[in-house]
Antibody, heavy 116, light 107 residues
Framework: EVQLVESGGGLVKPGGSLRLSCAAS????????MSWVRRAPGKGLEWVGR??????????DYAAPVKGRFAISRDDSQDTLSLQMNSLKTEDTAVYYC???????WGQGTLVTVSS | DIQLTQSPSFLSASVGDRVTITCRAS??????LAWYQEKPGKAPKLLIY???TLQRGVPSRFSGSGSGTEFTLTISSLQPEDFATYFC?????????FGQGTKVEFK
């Protein structure tokens, strides 16, 4: 079964850090460009960033609101995608989804709450 | 950034109705547009990508059309399981952007 399973969400204070993970199974993760997408409470979907495959250079792109604070990485040996979130702000509160780049596969999401 | 404007935001319809949702891009995106269906508590499901290509397993009552800046998602005969929120996403350039969504409700 093709699946993405996120973990690592929780409550963190403003200015804090959190690392999300996404475990992939059922498809060749090494060949997949991967993205993170989020949905803040009561808001629409917002693309966070993307990482290419190692074969395509492994480069990343980020949305302006998170650039310089968030970092996406991948461990192809473990079929795992990560999102390191630093200097968190209240406006980063959202459900974070791990997604294949063209959106064929989505995880169930993990909630990140940034609050004092 | 490319802005996507969906219309309408809400739509009331009955089983059997033909439903059309529009997504307009602020600049040309060729056919790099995806349509998703989202139900409460579930991850979004890719229905169509690129603009008019139905994903495997998606019922043929769903169809997509358009290119450039104007796109439509049509459900030819609305079924009970189709009451959901639909949104578009452009995959022409980064940052990827989404439409604000169209909620299809039971009339």
């Amino acid at each position: 079964e093709v699946q993405l399973v996120e973990s690592g969400g929780g409550l963190v204070k403003p200015g804090g850090s959190l690392r999300l993970s996404c475990a992939a199974s059922g498809f060749t993760f090494t060949n997949a460009w991967m993205s993170w997408v989020r949905r803040a409470p009561g808001k629409g979907l917002e693309w966070v960033g993307r990482i290419k495959t190692k074969a395509d250079g492994g480069t990343t792109d980020y949305a302006a609101p998170v650039k310089g604070r968030f970092a996406i990485s991948r461990d192809d040996s473990q079929d795992t995608l990560s999102l390191q979130m630093n200097s968190l702000k209240t406006e980063d509160t959202a459900v974070y989804y791990c997604v294949t780049d063209i959106g064929e596969v989505w995880g169930q999401g993990t909630l990140v709450t940034v609050s004092s | 950034d490319i802005q996507l404007t969906q219309s309408p935001s809400f739509l009331s319809a009955s089983v059997g109705d033909r439903v059309t949702i529009t997504c307009r891009a602020s600049q040309g995106i060729s056919s790099y547009l995806a349509w998703y269906q989202e139900k409460p508590g579930k991850a979004p499901k890719l229905l169509i990508y690129p603009a008019s290509t139905l994903q495997r397993g998606v019922p043929s009552r769903f169809s997509g059309s358009g290119s450039g800046t104007e796109f439509t998602l049509t459900i030819s005969s609305l079924q009970p399981e189709d009451f959901a929120t639909y949104f578009c996403q452009q995959l022409n350039s980064y940052p990827r952007t989404f439409g604000q969504g169209t909620k299809v409700e039971f009339k």
